[in-house]
C-alpha cells in the first residue's frame, strides 16, 4: 500500500495565527483526502484535493479557512487559518488505494491556545 | 444527521474470547463498507472491507458480516489478543470507480484485557 508521511506530528499554537501540514506519499495518487477528527468524535471530511484542480469543500468547510495546495501528484498542504482554540484536532491526510482500503497519515493533532 | 453509527462507545472482551463490534446505517447509496483501527497518536489502519454484493468477507482473525436489509454490518475478533485493543471506525463509501469520500462511524473503544 502506500505509505503516507505527514508533518509536523503535534503543535502548539496561538490562537489568530496559522498552520500548515504538509503531505508527502511514496506513490503517485489521483485524490488525497484531508480529514478532521476533533476530540471524542468521528472523522469528518474536509476536502477533496485533485491535482492541478481547485480543492473541493465538504459542507462546513471553507476555502478561506483550510486552503489546500497540491503541487503535484505526491503532495498536498491543509493550512489551518486564522486558528481559534475550537480548531483543535487532529487533522488526517489520506489517499485511496482500494486493495488496501484508504490509507491514512499518522495525523498532526494541533492545540490551539 | 449521522449517516454511520457505532453504538456502542466501548467494548472490554476477555483474551481469547470474541470481540463482536456493530455498526449501523442509514444511507443506502452506501455499497462498499470498511473497518479500520486506530492506536492513539497513529493514523488509522485499514483492517478489513466488505462489497455490498457479498454477506461475509474473512481475513484471519477478523471477519465482517453485512445485512443489507437491515443495513447493519459487524466486525468479529477471535480470537482477541491484547494488541488489539484500540480504537475501531467503521466506515461505508459509495464505490463508483473509486475516489469517494468516506464515511465513518464514531469509533467504537475495544479493550482486551488477560
Known amino acids: 500500500s502506500a505509505v503516507i508521511s505527514q508533518k509536523p506530528s503535534r503543535d502548539i499554537c496561538q490562537r489568530g495565527t496559522s498552520l500548515t501540514i504538509q503531505c508527502q506519499v511514496d506513490s503517485q495518487v489521483t485524490m488525497m483526502f484531508w480529514y478532521r477528527q476533533q476530540p471524542g468524535q468521528s472523522l469528518t471530511l474536509i476536502a477533496t484535493a485533485n491535482q492541478g484542480s481547485e480543492a473541493t469543500y465538504e459542507s462546513g468547510f471553507v476555502i478561506d479557512k483550510f486552503p489546500i495546495s497540491r503541487p503535484n501528484l505526491t503532495f498536498s498542504t491543509l493550512t489551518v487559518s486564522n486558528m481559534s482554540p475550537e480548531d483543535s484536532s487532529i487533522y488526517l491526510c489520506s489517499v485511496e488505494w482500494w486493495d488496501y482500503g484508504y490509507t491514512f497519515g499518522s495525523g498532526t493533532r494541533l492545540t490551539v491556545v | 444527521d449521522q449517516q454511520v453509527k457505532q453504538n456502542s462507545p466501548s467494548l472490554s472482551v476477555q483474551e481469547g474470547r470474541i470481540s463482536i463490534l456493530n455498526c449501523d446505517y442509514t444511507?443506502?447509496?452506501?455499497?462498499?463498507f470498511l473497518w479500520y483501527k486506530k492506536y492513539p497518536a497513529e493514523g488509522p489502519t485499514f483492517l478489513i472491507s466488505i462489497s455490498s454484493i457479498k454477506d461475509k468477507n474473512e481475513d484471519g482473525r477478523f471477519t465482517v458480516f453485512l445485512n443489507k436489509s437491515a443495513k447493519h454490518l459487524s466486525l468479529h475478533i477471535v480470537p482477541s489478543q491484547p494488541g488489539d485493543s484500540a480504537v475501531y471506525f467503521c466506515?461505508?463509501?459509495?464505490?463508483?470507480?473509486?475516489?469517494?469520500?468516506?464515511?465513518f462511524g464514531t469509533g467504537t473503544q475495544l479493550k482486551v484485557e488477560l
Open positions: 466506515a461505508a463509501t459509495t464505490y463508483a470507480g473509486g475516489g469517494n469520500k468516506l464515511t
Open positions: 444511507n443506502s447509496m452506501f455499497d462498499y
